[in-house]
């Protein structure tokens, strides 16, 4: 028999919106990797802020608690719920675009719009939204600005953060703030909106952004060189970045295990380079004008790379076909990870001349705590952001290679910590990082913690993530 609360949700969203079975709710509750699956009462979808409100109203008087959810593509567990009691708030439905200024260089979409959603709509208007992740098919809008995605466009576009204007968001009561300005200054008192981007659902559900866009640049350059190292490849970086205005727009290093990976598990992969390096740097370039003059600058800065063995191969993609092979070398690596088998990913920061000294002492950490477990280490250099991913040995069952986790994650904690990185640079806490939150965050927790309070007494929304 349906409990008087699924009647009056009914009554908000409409009986089909309503997800109960087992088997209609089974992919809103597991994550990408199948780490973790979760339980739900049930699945909700609203259409639009009315219904989040009038629902999260309901939810706050009986005290139920609530998790909304975009493209479920987030890797720390924050979009999923582990009590058949608590609900799910999926945005999907919430996709439409509210206004479209490309003399104010802003768009206005609901939250579940989907990444790809924005660019086509940028795309057929000639202008550019910059985030880009390789989830972005599949990752809405509302997911980005709650986890603040990075991406490969961080360098000099920014992360979600810096993308965005204003937001309109449900709070735990069921009122709406109205915080949707496309305004570029605002000195209005405290940035509400910052509180809200990276809150990982915990402070309200976003449900509508207005967000930054950019002229489409007329031409990109994408080329892939190999290096010896992250030190080689960051002078690289700092002799193009000395050398060049034409906007760099993407710097990503991936070691070989990672392309080898990639060449093993996906159909179709190519390398361009014929000699095996130890690293590989894909180099994307966007340009404003149809510019010969940077390509041969560009081609400048290579061959001078080339000279004083910065670099030790540089392949140019001559077409849009070749650009898309270099990027999907990038794209695919966790996707290609994916297939080796079960892994342990680690999204760190330090800072960016401390990159090279932590991959080599991560790699002794592994190498001593699970021999022959590969190492598919990859990111953005010019963030300081590496995802640092270990794969399963063929010689270990699953269940023996997670055993090893926890000390391993101990180990590489403390590097990160003497290191004053960041045991998070772009994945969030989630229920992943929680204790690791509280470790080496304690005093930020306790601020966040009253944050919480004043905005959500009654710990509704998405409890049990960040902290406890
Ligand atoms: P979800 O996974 O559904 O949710 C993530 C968190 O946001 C949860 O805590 C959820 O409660 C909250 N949330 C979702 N929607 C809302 C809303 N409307 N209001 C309030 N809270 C909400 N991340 C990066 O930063 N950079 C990368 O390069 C990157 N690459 C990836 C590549 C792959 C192959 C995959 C699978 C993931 C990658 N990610 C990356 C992680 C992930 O795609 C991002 O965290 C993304 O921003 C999550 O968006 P989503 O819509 O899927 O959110």
Redesign the pocket.
């Known amino acids: 028999m349906k409990n008087n609360i699924i009647k009056k949700i009914e009554e908000i969203i409409g009986k089909k919106n309503v997800l109960l079975s087992s088997e209609d709710k089974s992919k809103y509750l597991v994550?990408?990797?199948n780490r973790y699956t979760g339980k739900a009462q049930a699945i909700l979808r609203p259409k639009s802020t009315k219904e989040v409100s009038l629902l999260l109203k309901l939810f706050n008087k009986n005290n139920i608690s609530v998790?909304?959810?975009?493209?479920?593509?987030?890797?720390?567990g924050?979009?999923i719920t582990y009590s058949s009691k608590d609900f799910i708030v999926s945005?999907e439905r919430m996709k439409k675009l509210i206004s479209f200024n490309k003399i104010d260089e802003t768009m206005v979409v609901q939250?579940?719009m989907l990444l790809s959603e924005i660019h086509a709509i940028c795309e057929e208007n000639d202008m550019l939204f910059p985030l880009s992740?390789?989830?972005e098919g599949?990752?809405?809008?509302?997911?980005?600005?709650?986890?603040?995605?990075?991406?490969?466009g961080v360098l000099y576009y920014g992360?979600?953060r810096d993308l965005t204007l204003g937001l309109e968001?449900v709070l735990s009561d069921g009122s709406i703030i109205n915080l949707l300005k496309t305004l570029k200054k605002d000195n209005t008192g405290y940035s509400l909106k910052d509180l809200?981007v990276g809150?990982?659902?915990?402070l309200?559900?976003?449900?509508a952004a207005s967000l930054k866009i950019f002229p489409k640049p007329r031409e990109k350059f994408t080329f892939l060189a190999s290096s010896r190292s992250p030190k080689k490849s960051l002078e690289f970086l700092r002799m193009i970045q000395k050398n060049t205005s034409t906007p760099l727009t993407s710097f990503e290093i991936m070691n070989n295990n990672s392309i080898e990976t990639v060449l093993k598990n996906i159909n179709g992969a190519i390398l361009p380079i014929s000699e095996e390096a130890e690293w590989y740097i894909l180099i994307e370039f966007s340009s404003y004008e149809k510019n010969l003059d940077a390509v041969d600058k560009i081609n400048e800065i290579v061959n001078l790379g080339l000279e004083k063995k910065i670099i030790s191969n540089a392949v140019f993609a001559n077409s849009k076909k070749q650009s898309k092979q270099i990027w999907n070398l990038r794209e695919n690596i966790?996707?290609a990870q994916k297939k080796d088998g079960a892994s342990i990913k680690n999204d760190i920061s330090v800072p960016i001349f401390a990159v090279d000294e932590f991959i080599r002492k991560a790699d002794l950490i592994v190498s001593k705590e699970i021999p022959k477990a590969k190492k598919i280490t990859f990111g953005h250099l010019g963030d300081g952001n590496i995802h640092y991913n270990i794969s399963q040995p063929e010689n270990l069952s699953q269940d023996s290679f997670f055993k090893l986790e926890k000390p391993l994650r101990e180990k590489l904690l403390s590097l990160i910590v003497k290191m004053e990185g960041s045991f998070s640079a772009?994945?969030?806490i989630?229920i992943v990082r929680k204790k690791d939150a509280l470790k080496i965050k304690g005093d930020e927790i306790k601020i966040m913690k009253s944050i919480k309070k004043s905005l959500d007494p009654k710990n509704i929304l998405?409890p049990g993530?960040i902290f406890d």
């Open positions: 994550e990408w990797r998790t909304p959810q975009g493209g479920n593509t987030g890797l720390v924050g979009q945005l939250s579940g992740l390789a989830s599949s990752c809405t809008i509302g997911g980005n600005l709650a986890t603040n995605a990075g991406g490969v992360n979600t968001v809200f809150s990982e659902g915990t309200g559900i976003i449900t966790s996707e772009e994945h969030g989630g998405n993530k």
